[in-house]
C-alpha cells in the first residue's frame, strides 16, 4: 500500500507531509518512556546545536508519571539540563538539552537533511510528523528506515497543492471483528440497513442469518462499539 501511495505522488511535483509511528530506542527520551505506559508527551520548537545535542521544548501529560519521568530523565547522562517552564492541570512544559548522537532521528537529519517537525510520544511509539520537499524525500525516508531496520508504520500522508494540503493516503485503524459480526455488519450495510429511507430492517437481516433479531441486534452493536473505538 506505502508503494502505491509513493507511485501516486509520483505524478506530482508538490511538498508532502507525512505522519510515521516510529518504534525506536537509540533516542533517549523513547528509551526512558518506554517506563511509564501512561506518559504522552510531544517535542516542539526543536533546534540542532553543535556536538550533536538538540534544545527543545517537551510537552508532558500530567499523570502520576509524570514525576519519576523528569527522575529519569535528570539521571539519564544524555541530558545536559533540564529546566521547567510552565505547570499546569493537565500538563506541563519543560526546555530540555540532551545529546542525541546515536538517535535515528538525527541520522536522518545529519544523513538525508530530513528533519522532524513535531514528534508526539504516546503507547510505545512516536508519531514523527515530517514536511518534505517532494515524493523523492519521501521515498529517502522509507528507504533510509528500512535499510536502518527501524519499525515504523506510515499513518499520513498528505500533498502540498495550490496553497493547501490534501490528504492522500491515511491508515485504518484495525479492528479486531469476529466472523459473525463482520458478516451482518457487512450484509446490513449492502442491503441499505444504514440508508436513510432504510431498506431492510432487524427482522429482515435475522431472517437472512436463520437467527433472532435480538441476537442479530447484539452482533451489531458489539461489532459498531469496535469500530467506534478505534475512531473516536
Keep these: 500500500m506505502v508503494a502505491g501511495l509513493v507511485g501516486d505522488m509520483a505524478r506530482h511535483s508538490s511538498g508532502?507531509?507525512?505522519l510515521v509511528r516510529l518504534y525506536i530506542h537509540s533516542c533517549p527520551l523513547a528509551r526512558i518512556s518506554r517506563c511509564y505506559p501512561?506518559?504522552?508527551f510531544r517535542i516542539q520548537e526543536k533546534q540542532m546545536l553543535p556536538s550533536s545535542r538538540v534544545l527543545a521544548s517537551l510537552i508532558v501529560k500530567q499523570t502520576r508519571?509524570?514525576?519519576?519521568?523528569?527522575?529519569?530523565?535528570?539521571?539519564?547522562?544524555?541530558?545536559?539540563?533540564?529546566?521547567?517552564?510552565?505547570?499546569?492541570?493537565?500538563?506541563?512544559?519543560?526546555?530540555?538539552?540532551?545529546?542525541?548522537s546515536s538517535c535515528m532521528l538525527f541520522k536522518l537529519n545529519e544523513n538525508l537533511r530530513i528533519s522532524s517537525d513535531c514528534i508526539y510520544y504516546k503507547n510505545g511509539g512516536m508519531v514523527v510528523s515530517f514536511?518534505?520537499?517532494?515524493?523523492?524525500?519521501?521515498?529517502?525516508?522509507l528507504r533510509y528506515l528500512k535499510e536502518e531496520g527501524i519499525d515504523f508504520q506510515v499513518l499520513?500522508?498528505?500533498?502540498?497543492?495550490?496553497?493547501f494540503y490534501s490528504l492522500i493516503y491515511e491508515e485504518v485503524p484495525p479492528v479486531n471483528l469476529t466472523?459473525?459480526?463482520?458478516?451482518?455488519?457487512?450484509?446490513?450495510?449492502?442491503?441499505?440497513?444504514?440508508?436513510?429511507?432504510?431498506k431492510v430492517n432487524l427482522r429482515d437481516i435475522a431472517e437472512h442469518f436463520g437467527l433472532s433479531p435480538a441476537?442479530?441486534?447484539?452482533?451489531?452493536?458489539?461489532?459498531?462499539?469496535?469500530?467506534?473505538?478505534?475512531?473516536?
Design 38 to 40: 501512561e506518559l504522552e
Design 179 to 198: 466472523l459473525k459480526q463482520l458478516e451482518i455488519l457487512r450484509y446490513a450495510y449492502r442491503s441499505g440497513y444504514f440508508d436513510r429511507d432504510r
Design 131 to 141: 514536511s518534505l520537499h517532494s515524493h523523492e524525500e519521501f521515498r529517502s525516508l
Design 215 to 232: 441476537t442479530v441486534g447484539v452482533h451489531m452493536r458489539a461489532a459498531l462499539k469496535k469500530i467506534l473505538k478505534n475512531v473516536i
Design 156 to 163: 499520513e500522508v498528505k500533498r502540498y497543492m495550490d496553497g
Design 65 to 100: 508519571e509524570t514525576d519519576d519521568f523528569f527522575i529519569g530523565l535528570n539521571s539519564c547522562e544524555e541530558v545536559k539540563s533540564l529546566n521547567l517552564l510552565y505547570i499546569g492541570n493537565d500538563h506541563c512544559k519543560v526546555r530540555i538539552e540532551f545529546d542525541c
Design 16 to 18: 508532502v507531509k507525512a
